[in-house]
């Protein structure tokens, strides 16, 4: 593939029938994905000499190779593209960066189920609902419900070791199930009747709780009416906030902004005429930045690389373009559902249009002063660094834990534009002394970097045998494969000297180059702004100033990092400590006596795999104590 290549002799030969094309450059890299009714009118159209798109042109001088698949229809071909673009996320297509997972209200089994916000595989028995466009979409949900109907939301391992009401219950958010205040039938009539709110049956709903009301009150029972009519005013003040006006069924409003500095697509999510929620999407635009380019791409790949993803009835959208009937022929093979796609609305309809446009017009404005910001906070950095371009990625670390107890590591990382949320890692820290940092920092960055350092090394010991991102297949064909292994331009550490040393042990251990690790060294008195940042290659400290651009990004990676693991220490707390209960059912173990034991191994399972002598030397533990522990464990 060395080879110039030559249009005239590709395009003599090519098909007229629908089908794939792919883009290749000189080294087999995936350049491009695209589909066509009529492959040979399609491609002759890159070849043009004249009124090319700067992009379009970028992308036609660097094809060495184009690839095509026959397919037997344009509904074939629109789903082989979106499974391509799926797979290989080309980078001159328009690419949607949607959340891998989608959110849903979680409704427990058990006789006092609780409500929660889940991800993921349905593993667990009980109801789901949705999935809804935003995790913040099911926070607001959750919290209506827990004024209106007052059922937990408590995680389960904190709901069974309850002895006492906790704040929810004094607030009014719960009525403590956890300790016996409330019956289950009572409790039971709250989950119905927060099931048909989440079921979109508010309607019913609050003509059920009315004749409640006007029954309790008929029997003098004022209390009961007046819980009731409190009930009714919350849920019709949120009908009136969620409800469209002269809004019903089942409908996506779908708008698509563009401007030169990037693209924008707002969903707002209708559901028997309620809002569910919002969305902003920023797809990453090609080579075309037209806007009914960026819609069909978005609708491809929101909805037919999606099949998990909750259908409407309907999709409103502010512009229209050719391949939506090939879309909807999709949808309907992949779904068994018909869509309907419709552009030339009036009335109320209109306005919800008109609204999505506002919304994603005002969105990618912001979104682009903050991207401003960003760059020059990375261009600040670059200059206080003398580094001779802005980082493209930061890597930072942290370590958090609870008095030694349930060690996690966080990993976020951080580019031009932004957190990579995608990339942010936790580790969970094992077989090292509770409260030790620096080997937790060690254990994290061998474990990181371990696996990088390996790989790298097996490319550079395969680039001599063939191309670094080319796989021959049996026929002869280039197919392209993940990118090389490359290390993260800056690795920033949490922390002074002590971690610094730390990971430039590791560095060093592993053939790394230190001079891209660098700590974040709190000030005097740990006041924020007088940080200090500490470098493994030997360099003097560097004081940014508190005014500093360069130490606002720093700072805010840092508390990213932090605020990551954080979160994931008091999750792992929580799956420990339900554990934790085996130990009070051991005669002679007390809350504080459990309570010292998962401190001093790191949770129930460092205490299954201690020994007996071990266990003796935590304080207020005797040997006869220590022996009966291991025996309940073993």
């Known amino acids: 593939m060395t080879e110039q290549f030559d249009p005239s002799a590709f395009l003599s030969t090519c098909s007229g029938r629908p089908g794939v094309y792919r883009m290749f450059d000189s080294d ?65 297509n328009i690419l949607l960066r949607d959340d891998k997972s989608y959110p849903y209200v979680f409704l427990s089994d058990g006789d006092f189920p609780r409500f929660s916000i889940h991800r993921g595989a349905k593993k667990q028995k009980g109801k789901y609902f949705g999935p809804y466009p935003s995790a913040g979409a099911i926070r607001e949900s959750l919290s209506l419900l827990q004024k209106t109907f007052m059922v937990r939301q408590c995680e389960d391992s904190y709901y069974k070791n309850r002895t006492r009401p906790c704040l929810q219950y004094q607030i009014k958010r719960c009525k403590a199930p956890c300790v016996g205040l409330v019956e289950p039938e009572v409790y039971a009539e709250d989950v119905r009747h927060s099931v048909m709110f989440l079921e979109g049956r508010s309607n019913a709903l609050t003509d059920e709780l009315s004749t409640a009301m006007e029954a309790a009150a008929s029997t003098l029972d004022f209390e009961k009416a007046a819980e009731l009519r409190d009930q009714i005013s919350l849920l019709r003040r949120v009908q009136d906030q969620q409800s469209m006006e002269g809004g019903t069924g089942d409908v996506d409003v779908v708008a698509a902004f563009v401007n030169p500095g990037g693209a924008c697509v707002h969903l707002i999510s209708v559901r028997g005429g309620r809002v569910l929620g919002s969305k902003n999407f920023f797809p990453q635009v090609g080579i075309e930045e037209d806007v009914a380019e960026v819609m069909s791409a978005f609708l491809g790949q929101y909805f037919v690389s999606s099949p998990e993803r909750d259908l409407p009835s309907e999709l409103i959208v502010n512009v229209v373009h050719e391949d939506f009937p090939t879309l909807i022929a999709a949808i309907d093979e992949l779904r068994g559902r018909e869509l309907t796609i419709s552009h030339r609305v009036r009335g109320t309809r209109a306005r919800w249009q008109q609204l999505a446009v506002t919304n994603a017009e005002q969105a990618l404005s912001a979104r682009l002063a903050n991207r401003q910001h960003v760059a020059a906070r990375f261009e600040a950095l670059a200059e206080v660094l003398n580094l001779d371009e802005p980082p493209q990625r930061l890597e930072c670390y942290d370590i958090s834990h609870s008095s030694g107890e349930a060690t996690v590591a966080s990993c976020v990382v951080f580019g031009p534009e932004g957190p990579l949320k995608s990339d942010y890692r936790r580790y969970n820290i094992e077989g090292v002394t509770a409260g030790d940092d620096y080997a937790a920092m060690r254990q994290v960055l061998l474990r990181r970097y371990g696996k990088l350092a390996e790989a790298m090394r097996l490319a550079e010991a395969q680039a001599g045998e063939a191309p670094p991102d080319v796989e021959i297949g049996k026929a002869g064909e280039a197919t392209p494969v993940a990118p090389r292994p490359r290390l993260p331009d800056l690795v920033l550490i949490d922390g002074g000297k002590g971690q610094v040393g730390m990971a430039r042990e590791v560095f060093e251990s592993l053939g790394l180059d230190l001079s891209r690790i660098v700590g974040v060294e709190k000030g005097e008195g740990r006041k924020v702004g007088l940080e200090e940042l500490v470098f493994a290659d030997g360099r003097p400290k560097v004081y940014l100033g508190k005014d500093s651009a360069a130490l606002m990004l720093v700072a805010q990676i840092r508390d990213e990092a932090h605020r990551f693991a954080i979160t994931g220490m008091r999750a792992k707390r929580a799956s420990v400590r339900t554990g934790g209960s085996k130990l009070e059912d051991i005669a002679g173990i007390g809350p504080k006596r459990r309570a010292k034991l998962l401190q001093r191994f790191g949770g129930i399972r460092g205490v299954g795999a201690a020994s007996v002598d071990d266990i003796a030397t935590v304080d207020g533990i005797s040997r006869d104590l220590a022996e009966a522990i291991y025996q309940a464990l073993h």
Do not use: D
């Open 28 to 92: 087999a890299r995936l350049l491009y994905v695209g589909k066509a009714k009529n492959l040979k009118n399609r491609l002759s159209s890159y070849f043009r000499k004249t009124g090319q798109a700067p992009k379009t042109a970028a992308l036609v001088a660097r094809i060495a190779q184009i690839e095509t698949t026959i397919t037997a229809n344009e509904t074939e071909a629109l789903l082989l593209e979106q499974t391509l673009i799926k797979e290989w996320r080309p980078p001159y």
